[in-house]
């Protein structure tokens, strides 16, 4: 803890707000004209509320709540057909506990297990190759989810399954990448972001370079940032001061855990095991060119989609419209306010979630709610 | 020694010789009841005090691992029960302990279990009077279910309850919260992660006793389990119309608890307690309240969170050390199934 704590140190946290104050009316930011920033990473989102950052900032700076929540972002069809491969004869489906409550259009895995699917919770791909060895008469399906940070993982657990002949092991690919719908955001003409920040754990892995086309192409600041408090108000400031001196430019607020080339063996392990997929679909947002990976041919024998024909792996996947009502979309791309979801709080609540963004710890509507965003300004 | 196996059959629930033996050596044997049969027939000389109340509760234990630093399901199911009984104003005088046992479970596994279930009870001056045990096949159960009920008396002008708790009272934690969800998720080695946390399953009859005697206007109690803190505290906030705002720092949690959640990304007021009570107590009186408990070892980390608040009601806030403030919501699902 003594590696925390000094990212939660109240004096420093007042210094970078007095900073961010002095920036915001250098810039002229103001609540009407806010400076906006998109943190990407649903991490970050739960951080922002968690501390209460939203409301310490000066009141010209608007945070968006960007697409980097994996468990938000996934289809409803992805979610069926998790539950297709779940009910199969002889499966055993493992995934992580933040996918069991995210309902597809015949529900969710929880209501799957309740039916009688044998569906378990994991905290990584190696319990569920563990589950396999263990299993050896039993098909064992991970349900791969999750950006970068989650990738090498499950590229790790296929290797081992491979080497050790393990046939009875498959992956579920969802895995997804963060750079693709930054492109696709910033390419929409209605789009007034003035800047991100960037979620250091992927860049643990990818380094700082994937994003380097925000600043060259976009002319937007982009800060890679750790997932303190202080990490925040520091990173805040980063993007402020581009702002301020009219630069643009990719900058690592987050060093003390990310090199700029990233990790070579993770990148490895990914390039090893996974290739792109032409297009992948993003939960209210739509089909995003190159944003999806899937598992290459070599490792088709530890691939759920082609073994169990479902997905892209069947005729191809089918679209399941998002529940009446449902604003996920708008405001995952930041349109509206999650308070602004004419479902939020009446016919979407944790408790019965309509859109994804309600259910992970990491969705918009899920921290507003939890943090009190929900029921007017906390004191 | 009639018992000879190692491990409980299906015989040992068929109500035949084997049955017999089981229960005679392993429940009865170290429970004592008074008399051999099945019904207890019980006096006491409190009950008999014109005002005085019975008090009465149940509770099921599941927990899964079924021993774990610091405690085991025998010592939570009789401390649990002790506990419902004593933060109603309560004094615990006798338990019930039904047991639901799978085929296979090791017989000095029970043993154990049932040992740590005297110890307790006795400690607290409590008696296990009656019992039932039924055995089940392999998976129909996960080794040994507890369930125990409670009868206590609470003394006659004794009247405990969220109806009482006002604006400006004082909120107090006997200890470190989130101690046993802590162990629990260790102790299943789902994580990899090794820790020295022991659970802080204990009864609380001596910690309540000497909160009554230094706040005679101490005026409500609630035992804090399943959904932590947060959840108990919304329930009372809720039932008694009135908002609760607790300071960060000055929430007890020890650095090893702190750390696991950060790892996990939990939040501590979700975890489970099971030797934890958060006390409601007028702000005069809670300097009083503080020294008595510090004086005993479960409470020695005892420490006022908070205030209730006239603002909010039903709501419960906590100012963050940064100076932001957020909403602690009731837990919604389940952050880890069977903790207790």
Known sequence: MKHVTEFRDPALAKFLLADIARLCDQIGATREKPVHI??????????????????????????????????????????????????????????????????????????????????????????ALEIARRNP????????????????????????????????FSVFCNHITVPEPIRALLGDPHMTLDGFIGPGHVSMVIGTHPYDFIAQEFGKPIVVAGFEPIDLLQSVVMVLRQVA???????????????????????????DVYERRPSFEWRGLGEIDASGLRIRPDYAAFDAEAKFGVGYGAAGPRHVPEPEGCACGAVMTGRIKPTACPQYGLGCTPETPLGALMVSSEGACAAYWQYGGARGAAA | MALRDSHVTMAHGGGGRAMRDLIAEVFTAVFQPP?????????????????????????????????????????????????????????????????????????????????????????AGVRIVTGDTKVVERGAADGVFVTTCGVGVIA???????????????????????????????????????????????????????????????????????????????????EAGLGMVLEEAQVPLRAQVRGLCEILGLDPLYLANEG??????????AQGVLTAMHALP????AAVIGHVVAAHPGQVRMHGSLGGSRIVDMLIGDQLPRIC
């Open chain 1, 38 to 127: 998109m943190e990407i990473c649903g991490g970050h989102t739960h951080a922002i509320f968690r501390f209460g950052l939203d409301k310490l900032v000066h009141e010209g700076i608007e945070f968006i709540h960007g697409p980097g929540c994996p468990v938000c972002v996934l289809p409803m069809s992805r979610v069926d057909e998790c539950i297709e491969i779940a009910e199969r004869e002889g499966v055993i489906f493992t995934t992580f506990g933040d996918a069991m409550r995210v309902p597809g259009a015949r529900g969710s895995l929880m209501q799957a297990k309740a039916r009688g699917a044998d569906i378990r919770m994991v905290y990584s791909p190696l319990d």
């Open chain 1, 137 to 168: 008469d039993r098909e064992v399906v991970f349900f791969g989810l999750g950006f970068e940070t989650t990738t090498p993982s499950t590229a790790f657990a296929i290797q081992a399954a491979a080497r050790e002949g393990l046939f009875n």
């Open chain 1, 245 to 271: 001196e009219g630069r643009a430019e990719v900058e690592n607020q987050y060093a003390r855990v990310v090199p700029e080339h990233g990790n070579p063996a993770s990148m490895a392990a990914i390039a």
């Open chain 2, 35 to 123: 008399g051999m049969e099945d019904q207890a027939r019980l006096m006491d000389a409190a009950l008999q005090e014109p005002g005085a109340r019975l008090a009465f509760t149940t509770d099921g234990y599941v927990v899964s691992p079924m021993e774990f630093p610091g405690g085991d399901i025998g010592k939570l199911a009789v401390c649990g029960t002790i506990n419902d009984l004593v933060v109603g104003g309560a004094r615990p005088l006798w338990l019930s302990a039904g047991f639901i046992i799978e085929e296979g479970t090791e017989i000095a596994l029970l043993r154990r279990i049932v040992a740590s279930m005297a110890r307790e009870a006795e400690a």
């Open chain 2, 156 to 238: 006659p002008g004794c009247d405990l309850g969220a109806r009482h708790i006002r604006a400006g009272d004082a909120i107090i934690v006997n200890g470190s919260l989130g101690d046993h969800g802590a162990v629990i998720m260790a102790a299943r080695g789902e994580f990899a992660l090794e820790t020295e946390l022991t659970s802080d399953c204990a009864a609380l009859h001596r910690i309540m006793h000497a909160a009554l005697a230094a706040a005679p206007d101490l005026r409500a109690a609630r035992d804090c389990t399943r959904g932590g803190i947060a959840s108990a505290l919304n329930e009372l906030a809720t």
């Open chain 2, 276 to 285: 934890r009570l958060v006390l409601f107590v007028p702000e005069e009186q």
């Open chain 2, 298 to 301: 479960e409470g020695a980390g």
